[in-house]
C-alpha cells in the first residue's frame, strides 16, 4: 500500500467524482447551446421596440460635450466596437439629438449612454413598467438548494428597435452623430421594457427569476438545476439572446444575488455590506447619518430589534432636531451596528406551509413578523418590519396602535397574504371583538377603527390573542421602529376635533384643556391610551367601561365612535350651541347625535329646550287640518314645493323645499312677483339643475302665463294645489311655518343673517325617520358647521 505522499511523485491525480460529473454537464450544456454563449452581441428575433411619442412635444437637438483627452481613445474604441456590432450607425444629422455620457466601470472601459433627460425623455408616453420587488423576487425562489446565475451581455442593446425610435435615440459625439439602432441605457423606459420582455420569455419556468439583465435559477438538486437551465437557455437560443459566459455560474450551492447571499438555509446579507456596515466612521452630520442608516436599512429585513437601537439616531433627524452627538447617540450607534451578524438568515416564502403575521405597538412604533409554521411546529421569520409612529399616530389610544400594527403589516406583506387564508396574532384582546374576520363589525366604532375594518374585509384572516410575552419579537420591532418613509399606511381620517379657529365658541383644545381637568374623563382618556384596569367597579365609570372598545382619542379630546365626549364644564355652551336656531326637542337630539356625547345628555337636551323661553313663546298650534302627503319622488330635486311666507315684520318670503331631501331654501322677495319669482327660480337651478315638477298654489304669481311659459321652455311639470287648501301643499306649508317661527325665535343679527343661521341648522340636521341630514341626502356629503370644530 502506497500513502497519499506517493501519489504526486508517482503523477497520480485524485479528482472528486462530483466535480468531474459537474464539469462535463456544464461543458456540455456549453456545448448544446454554444451559440448563447459565443460571446458575440444577441440579437432579439422578435418585433422592434417602439416607442410612443408624444406629438406635442418638438424634437430637440444639443450639442455634443467635449471630451476629455484621457478618455477620447476609450471612448473612440467603444464606439467603433458598437459600429461593429450594429448598435450604432453614423449619419449625418437627425432630428433629435442627445449628447453621451460616458461613465468609467470597474474595469477601466467606459460605457456610452445618451443623456436624455432633457431630449428623448421627455416625449415619451409609455407608462413605466413595474420594477420587481427585491424581497419578493428572493421569495418566490421557494427554496432552492443549488443555483445557476446568468447574465447577458450589453442587455438592452440585444434589443433591435424600429427606425423611429432609431432617430429618436441618436446620440451625438465629438466624432458627429450616430443613430442607435438597438436599445439604449438612458432611455427612462429601457427598464421596464427589458424587464417585461425577460418575464414574458421566461414565465412558465419554475425556479427562474430575472432581474433586469440578471437570471437567477433554483432548484432542489443538480439534475433538476439542468433540467431548468435547459429550459432557459432555449428560450434565449430561440429568442436570439446571449449571455456573458465568464459572468455566468452555473451550478454553485451559494450565490450572491440583488445584494444577497442565498444558499440552501435561506437568505442572509452579503459580506461586503455587513463590512461596510460595521467599518462605518462615526457621521459628523445628518447626511452622513442618512447615509448610514439608509446602508442600514437595505438589511432591515434581518434587524427584528433595530427599531429600538436606532431610536436615538432617527430623533436626530427631525426637521427641528439640533445635531448634538453625545453618549446616547454613539451608543446606539455602535448597538445598531452590532445587530447585523453574518449568520443572520430569512427562510423563503413557500406558499405551502401555513403563515402568520405577529403585530404589536409601543409608544413609537408598531412592529411585525411575517412567518411560515413549520412542519416540526416552529415559527420560521420570513421577513421583519417596523416603523416610527407619527406625532398624531403617538396621540393615538392603545387600542388604535394595536389595531394600527395590524393594518400596517397586512399593507406592507400584501403580496404575501392576499388570496390565502393566514393568521393575525395581537397580544391586545379587545380587538378581537373589533376586528375578528369571522364577526361583523360593531355598529359604534370611531371613524378611523371602521375605516381599518373595512379594510381587513378584503384578507382571509383568522385574528388571534397571545400574551405579550410570547411575541416578544414583534413587540422589540414596534419599540424599534423604522422611521416611515413611505406614505402612512393608517387610512386618512376626517375627524371632529382640530386645531383651534378664531371666534369660535368652543374648540377642540377647549375640549381636551377641560377633558384633563374633569376628574372623571381624565381617568377614563388614561385608560383609553394604556390599557383598560381589569378590576373596576366604580358605578361612575360603567357607561365608559360598557363603551371601551368604541372609544378613542383624537388630540386630546376623547371620542364616542365619531362623537365628542363633552367635559361637564362645557355642556352648557355645548347645549346652547345645539339649540342655537331652535329646533324642538326631538330634532336637537337628532342634532346632538352627529357630533356630542356625554352619560345623560338626552334628558339634558330636553330640560334645555322645555326652559327656552323664545321657543315656548313661539310653540305652533295643532293644524287646523291633516297634511296631506304625496307620493316619495324618485331622487333628489326631482319635485319642489314653492310658496311664499309673510308678510312678517315687514318680510315677505319665498319658500322652497326639495320634496325628498326636505332641503329648504327662503328668498327674502323685495317685491312677489312672477318675474322676481323666476329670476330667484333660476338662480337655485343654477346651483342645483332642473327639477322635474313644481307643486304651487293657485297664487296669481304662479298661474299667470309668464310663469307657465317659464316652466314648459324647461320641460318642468306644474302641479297646481286645490284653492283654499294649504294643506294639499303640505310640506311647503310646514317650511313656512317652520320659517316664522324659527325667525322670531333667532334674536341677534338682521334679516339675512337670521335666515342663513336658521339654513344652516336646517340642513344638517338630521331626518329623525332617515338619520340622514338635507345636505346628505341632496349633495351625498355632510356640511361643516361649527358643531364640526368641537
Known sequence: LLGLQWFAPLGIEVTGINHTTEADWEQQLARDFQEVFDGTLGKYKGPPISFSLDPNVAPIRLKPRRV?????????????????????????????????????????????????????????????????????????????????KLDLAQAYQQLPVDEETAEAQTIVT?????????????????????????ERLLRGIKGVVPYFDDVLVSAANQEELEGRLREVLEKFKGAGLKVKKEKCQLCTEQVEFLGYLLDRHGIHPTGSKIKAIKEAPTPKNKTELQAFLGLLNFYNVFLPQKATAAEPLHRLLD????????KREDTAFKNTKDLLTSDAVLIQYNETLPIAVTCD????????????????????????????????????????KEALAIVAAVKKFHEYL????????????????????????????SPRMTRWSEFLAAYDYRLTHRPGKTISHADALSRSPLPDLDDDPAPTTTTLSIETLPDLPITASDIARETNKDKRLARVLHWVEKGWPEKDNDEAFRTFRNRQTELSLQKGCLLWGDRVVIPEKLQGKVLKLLHEGHPGIVRTKALARSYAWWPGMDKEIEAWVAK???????????????????????????????????????????????????WLEVSNMKTTTTDAVTKVLNKLFATHGLPDVIVSDNGPQFTSLEFEKFLAERGIRHALTATAHPAANGRAERMVQFTKRTLQKIEHGDIQEKINKMLLIQHITPNTTTNKSPAELLMGRKLRSPLDRL
Open 361 to 400: 405597538a409601543s409608544p413609537f412604533g408598531v412592529g411585525a413578523v411575517l412567518s411560515h409554521t413549520l412542519p416540526d411546529g416552529k415559527e420560521a421569520p420570513i421577513a421583519f418590519f417596523s416603523r416610527t409612529l407619527s406625532k398624531p399616530e403617538r396621540n393615538y389610544s392603545q387600542l388604535d
Open 319 to 326: 426637521r427641528t432636531a439640533k445635531w448634538t452627538w453625545g
Open 612 to 662: 327656552c323661553s323664545r321657543c315656548q313663546e313661539t310653540r305652533p298650534n295643532p293644524p287646523a287640518a291633516p297634511i296631506l302627503e304625496w307620493e316619495t319622488p324618485r331622487g333628489p330635486w326631482s319635485r319642489l314645493h314653492i310658496d311664499f311666507a309673510g308678510p312678517t315684520k315687514g318680510n315677505t318670503f319665498l319658500i322652497t323645499v326639495d320634496a325628498y331631501s326636505n
Open 418 to 445: 392576499y388570496g390565502r387564508r393566514f393568521t393575525l396574532i395581537t397580544d391586545h384582546k379587545p380587538l378581537l371583538g373589533i376586528l375578528a374576520g369571522n364577526k361583523a363589525t360593531p355598529n359604534i366604532l
Open 68 to 148: 476629455p483627452f484621457a478618455l477620447r481613445k476609450k471612448i473612440d474604441e467603444q464606439i467603433d466596437k458598437l459600429v461593429k456590432q450594429g448598435v450604432l450607425q453614423p449619419i449625418d444629422h437627425a432630428r433629435w439629438e442627445t449628447p453621451i455620457v460616458t461613465p468609467v466601470k470597474p474595469d477601466g472601459s467606459v460605457r456610452i449612454c445618451g443623456d436624455y433627460k432633457a431630449t428623448l425623455n421627455c416625449a415619451l408616453q409609455q407608462s413605466a413598467y413595474p420594477v420587481p420587488v427585491v424581497q419578493h423576487l428572493l421569495h418566490s425562489l421557494g427554496g432552492g438548494k443549488v443555483f445557476a
Open 174 to 198: 465629438h466624432r458627429g452623430a450616430f443613430r442607435c439602432n438597438r436599445l439604449q441605457f438612458g432611455v427612462s423606459v429601457a427598464p421596464g421594457i427589458f424587464q417585461s420582455l425577460m
